[in-house]
């Protein structure tokens, strides 16, 4: 009996290609795999041929499958390598890296002491006083000075106005006498100038204008004998007694000195003059109506607050000179009024709810709080503006539970520098602006901690 099959097939793949290797054996050409047929039964056979010239169906299948990890292994480190690259530009690019400097770059470092809404002119900007670092040690780059720096920044897109160096680590000067990390800054409405004081006797003038800063100490006494002998100490006074400084010179007697009048008081003459009936004040009496919070704590164990209300008082003042408007205590239960400058006063709003409220703008116009709604520590910050009659003209919570700081206002927009509570660890200080017309809050740009800055 003899085997007829028209198409001798490979019954792995198919192929009719195939060689005859005698008794009925084949071998596939296509994948290798030999086989036969076996006359009893007129059936298939197969066997794998697993050394068919490096091209079995498995070897090849092996084949692939080394070329598909090679391929995902090296897809992957192409990845790694990139993202590494990514991750670092990106951490460079958001200042974050104190990394050694570049062949053509030099990476800074500051630390911001005071960042301070100004007015200039009809906008607004930031002063800013840091202690800044360059990681670089090369004496090529003379520049590059590590110690202190000031500058100006525009509040509306961050653009650096001015940039200088303030105080460098190596001058000669007592670390004990020259405390910028200690400066006090305040500004005086009657003589219309910012003012910044280091601890121990230096009095420096900020300019937003001029863009300046410059150290106004031996002018303000040029013509003031009881200060020849220089000034040992100076600071601010209490806001309640005017705008002026408590000045001591070299001999250990105290003064007080008044920019708007450039007037100099022994500590005798201060106490007479701030006590002064307005009968006594002439052509240098003026009128001040202002608001003060009347804070109530509602539970005795807590200093929080939890209700409050504004008062409207009216006083009289001696326009640039010695005064003590310190006419209430905080929960407004009594009065002090010896000198009768006091008018009138009395409650503007109805009690709120509110802890640690604050005024933290007001003018001709207008009223701003900030409080936390309730005790909790998940308790998000509350802005509200109100007007000056005590109407509520917009409430907004916003997204973060912020640090207050100075606010200045700019036609309608409210400008201030301050940081989110939970980017306190980050000591990262945002910019921010209020809508006076609907309470819209945004944060802007940033002030860079590390940065990086060109050789050249």
Same mark, same amino acid.
């Given at each position: 009996?003899?085997?007829?099959?028209?198409?001798?097939?490979?019954?792995? $793949?198919?192929?009719?290609?195939?060689?005859?290797?005698?008794?009925?054996?084949?071998? $596939?050409?296509?994948?290798?795999?030999?086989?036969?047929?076996?006359?009893?039964?007129?059936?298939?056979?197969?066997?794998?041929?697993?050394?068919?010239?490096?091209?079995?169906?498995? +070897?090849?299948?092996?084949?692939?499958?080394?070329?598909?990890?090679?391929?995902?292994?090296?897809?992957?480190?192409?990845?790694?390598?990139?993202?590494?690259?990514?991750?670092?530009?990106?951490?460079?690019?958001?200042?974050?890296?104190?990394?050694?400097?570049?062949?053509?770059?030099?990476?800074?470092?500051?630390?911001?002491?005071?960042?301070?809404?100004?007015?200039?002119?009809?906008?607004?900007?930031?002063?800013?006083?840091?202690?800044?670092?360059?990681?670089?040690?090369?004496?090529? %780059?003379?520049?590059?000075?590590?110690?202190?720096?000031?500058?100006?920044?525009?509040?509306?897109?961050?653009?650096?106005?001015?940039?200088? %160096? #303030?105080?460098?680590?190596?001058?000669?000067?007592?670390?004990?006498?020259?405390?910028?990390?200690?400066?006090? #800054?305040?500004?005086?409405?009657?003589?219309?100038?910012?003012?910044?004081?280091?601890?121990?006797?230096?009095?420096?003038?900020?300019?937003?204008?001029? %863009? /300046?800063?410059?150290?106004?100490?031996?002018?303000?006494?040029?013509?003031?004998?009881?200060?020849?002998?220089?000034?040992?100490?100076?600071? #601010?006074?209490?806001?309640?007694?005017?705008?002026?400084?408590?000045?001591?010179?070299?001999?250990?007697?105290?003064?007080?000195?008044?920019?708007?009048?450039?007037?100099?008081?022994?500590?005798?003459?201060?106490?007479?003059?701030?006590?002064?009936?307005?009968?006594?004040?002439?052509?240098?009496?003026?009128?001040?109506?202002?608001?003060?919070? +009347?804070?109530?704590?509602?539970?005795?164990?807590?200093? !929080?607050?939890?209700?409050? *209300?504004?008062? *409207?008082?009216?006083?009289?003042?001696?326009?640039?000179?010695?005064?003590?408007?310190?006419?209430?205590?905080?929960?407004? /239960?009594?009065?002090?009024?010896?000198?009768?400058?006091?008018?009138?006063?009395?409650?503007?709003?109805?009690?709120?709810?509110?802890?640690? $409220?604050?005024? &933290?703008? *007001?003018?001709?116009?207008? &009223? %701003?709080?900030?409080?936390?709604? =309730?005790?909790?520590?998940?308790?998000?910050?509350?802005?509200?503006?109100?007007?000056?009659?005590?109407?509520?003209?917009?409430?907004?919570?916003?997204?973060?539970?912020?640090?207050?700081?100075?606010?200045?206002?700019?036609?309608? =927009?409210? !400008?201030?520098?301050?940081?989110?509570?939970?980017?306190?660890?980050?000591? /990262?200080?945002?910019?921010?602006?209020?809508?006076?017309?609907?309470?819209?809050?945004?944060?802007?740009?940033?002030?860079?901690? +590390?940065?990086?800055?060109?050789?050249?």
């Amino acid at each position: 009996m003899s085997t007829q099959i028209k198409a001798i097939k490979c019954p792995s $793949c198919g192929s009719e290609k195939h060689i005859d290797l005698g008794d009925n054996h084949f071998r $596939c050409r296509n994948c290798g795999t030999e086989f036969y047929i076996d006359d009893d039964d007129i059936t298939i056979n197969v066997k794998h041929h697993f050394d068919f010239g490096g091209k079995s169906l498995d +070897q090849s299948r092996k084949i692939m499958g080394i070329i598909a990890l090679a391929i995902i292994i090296g897809t992957m480190v192409m990845l790694l390598l990139n993202f590494s690259m990514i991750f670092v530009g990106h951490r460079y690019d958001n200042t974050e890296s104190p990394s050694l400097s570049g062949d053509d770059s030099v990476n800074v470092e500051d630390d911001y002491k005071f960042i301070i809404p100004m007015q200039r002119g009809k906008d607004i900007c930031f002063f800013y006083l840091t202690k800044r670092s360059f990681n670089t040690h090369s004496d090529t %780059l003379p520049k590059f000075t590590d110690g202190y720096y000031f500058g100006f920044i525009d509040s509306k897109n961050g653009k650096v106005l001015k940039d200088a %160096l #303030f105080y460098k680590n190596t001058e000669d000067r007592s670390s004990d006498s020259f405390r910028p990390s200690s400066a006090d #800054f305040s500004y005086f409405f009657q003589a219309k100038k910012w003012y910044m004081v280091i601890p121990d006797h230096y009095i420096y003038e900020i300019d937003p204008n001029t %863009l /300046t800063v410059h150290d106004v100490t031996k002018a303000f006494f040029a013509n003031k004998p009881a200060m020849d002998t220089g000034v040992s100490m100076a600071s #601010f006074i209490n806001d309640d007694f005017g705008e002026g400084f408590i000045v001591t010179n070299n001999l250990g007697v105290p003064y007080y000195y008044f920019p708007a009048t450039g007037r100099l008081y022994t500590k005798e003459a201060f106490d007479f003059a701030k006590h002064l009936p307005p009968s006594q004040l002439g052509k240098e009496l003026r009128d001040s109506v202002y608001f003060r919070i +009347q804070k109530q704590n509602i539970n005795p164990s807590l200093s !929080w607050g939890g209700r409050y *209300r504004l008062w *409207r008082v009216h006083t009289k003042f001696h326009l640039g000179d010695p005064q003590d408007a310190n006419y209430f205590p905080p929960d407004m /239960t009594s009065c002090w009024n010896d000198d009768h400058r006091l008018v009138s006063y009395g409650p503007a709003t109805e009690w709120f709810t509110a802890f640690n $409220c604050q005024i &933290i703008y *007001r003018d001709s116009k207008y &009223i %701003l709080l900030m409080y936390y709604p =309730t005790i909790s520590q998940e308790a998000k910050t509350v802005i509200q503006l109100r007007s000056t009659n005590g109407g509520i003209l917009w409430t907004n919570a916003l997204d973060d539970r912020i640090y207050s700081s100075k606010v200045i206002r700019s036609h309608d =927009t409210f !400008w201030m520098k301050s940081r989110p509570e939970n980017y306190v660890s980050l000591k /990262t200080d945002y910019c921010y602006s209020i809508s006076i017309k609907d309470g819209k809050y945004q944060r802007h740009y940033y002030f860079p901690l +590390q940065y990086s800055v060109s050789k050249k």
